[in-house]
């Protein structure tokens, strides 16, 4: 049955998706530990972590267009869903420095010792295991998204008024996570990490090993996401996000519908968080701000909403041009970006694979194919 549900979702997009990743599944391990390093055709340990972070950056836009592109939620605060699964992983990384911090203290991180803490708070406890951090990374974000939208959905909160909400969460949690008496860095937060599940996490075998599991991620969650979208659930969830009145009309349980797909997102946005740590090597509270949320609506829209493949190729290209943009011009990136989405607002709705889709309908399909007589569906209209 678990077979039949990944396999309804796979059409030709999500066959190139994949067929995309395990590509850079088996490339990028051997472009950068076979490859010699005077090769052109080797890739640096930073290429890969830069690769890594933009596939953990696809993962979150992968989680919001779940609820943004087919139940109709636009989230203005899926950063923070985002940033607690990367602060559960941080505080695993943290616990696996022992003695080997600053101060040599082999229980409390550094930072503790230096704010004169006497002991380990009572919510680190357990994330000295990978197992229990694991499960945090989804069960935080999952819980907070549960109650956030019970109480949401139940009072038939919707749209601007959703969005305002969902972004008043991210910088309620980004003005907390700033204190230091909250036990989380304060406005440093949690870096100089040394190892992961045993291993040294500056070594080239542990970076591709971060950049495999994190594409091992993104093709999960596609699979999954895709099962849902071409599923009954999924029919749901579209006809909730056209004409949510009518669908409750007919006795669907619309807020239940919205809670499950709600709370999924956070848990996959949860886990992109959790890898995105270990790649970047830190974990602060400006991973909660709101500009962060905001950024990732940019990528899904400039994709294409409601594809998945498209919040996918959005938050790669817009990443990659940060970068490169960033370092060519700082002063002028940021009024790029927000011309970007306006643009694309305006005149690409439907993102960049939905100007491919237009472009494929308006070629000749050739004779034989479509229309009769080789005639596109433009030329019998004429």
């Not at 949860?270 to 962060?292: K, T």
């Not at 004779?367 to 030329?379: L, S």
């Amino acid at each position: 049955m678990l077979t039949r549900f990944f396999l309804m979702g796979l059409d030709r997009k999500a066959g190139l998706v994949l067929t995309v990743l395990a590509l850079l599944a088996v490339l990028v391990p051997v472009m950068t530990l076979v490859v010699p390093e005077g090769s052109p055709w080797h890739l640096s340990i930073f290429s890969v972590s830069l690769l890594g972070k933009y596939l953990c950056f696809a993962l979150l836009a992968l989680a919001l267009d779940l609820v943004w592109g087919y139940v109709g939620i636009l989230s203005l605060g899926h950063a923070a869903f985002f940033a607690l699964g990367g602060y559960a992983m941080g505080m695993y990384l943290m616990r696996q420095i022992g003695p080997r911090g600053v101060y040599g203290n082999p229980i409390l991180p550094d930072f503790m010792v230096f704010l004169n803490w006497k002991e380990l708070p009572w919510y680190w406890l357990g994330f000295d295991h990978f197992a229990f951090a694991a499960l945090m990374v989804l069960v935080v974000p999952g819980v907070l998204a549960f109650a956030f939208g019970w109480f949401a959905f139940r009072s038939r909160v919707t749209g601007v008024y959703l969005s305002i909400i969902t972004q008043a969460l991210t910088f309620a949690l980004l003005l907390a996570f700033f204190r230091n008496d909250m036990g989380f860095g304060g406005n440093n937060g949690l870096t100089d990490f040394k190892e992961i599940l045993g291993y040294d996490i500056q070594a080239p075998g542990t970076r591709v090993g971060l950049f495999l599991a994190t594409v091992a991620a993104l093709a999960l969650s596609y699979m999954i996401a895709s099962g849902i979208i071409a599923s009954k659930l999924g029919k749901v969830l579209v006809a909730i996000r056209d004409t949510e009145s009518r669908v409750r009309f007919l006795g669907y349980d619309t807020e239940s519908y919205k809670l499950f797909a709600w709370t999924l997102s956070a848990c996959m946005a949860g886990v992109a968080g959790a890898l995105y740590v270990p790649q970047v090597g830190i974990i602060n509270p400006s991973e909660f701000a709101p500009a962060s949320s905001i950024e990732a609506v940019i990528w899904v829209a400039v994709g294409g909403r409601g594809t998945l493949a498209g919040a996918i190729l959005g938050a790669v290209l817009v990443n990659f041009g940060k970068s490169y943009f960033t370092g060519a011009l700082p002063e002028l990136w940021l009024f790029a970006l927000g011309g970007l989405f306006v643009l694309v607002t305006l005149f690409l709705p439907k993102g960049l694979l939905g100007l491919w889709a237009q472009l494929t309908a308006r070629l000749p399909s050739g004779k034989g194919k479509g229309a009769p007589n080789g005639k596109t569906a433009d030329q019998k209209g004429m």
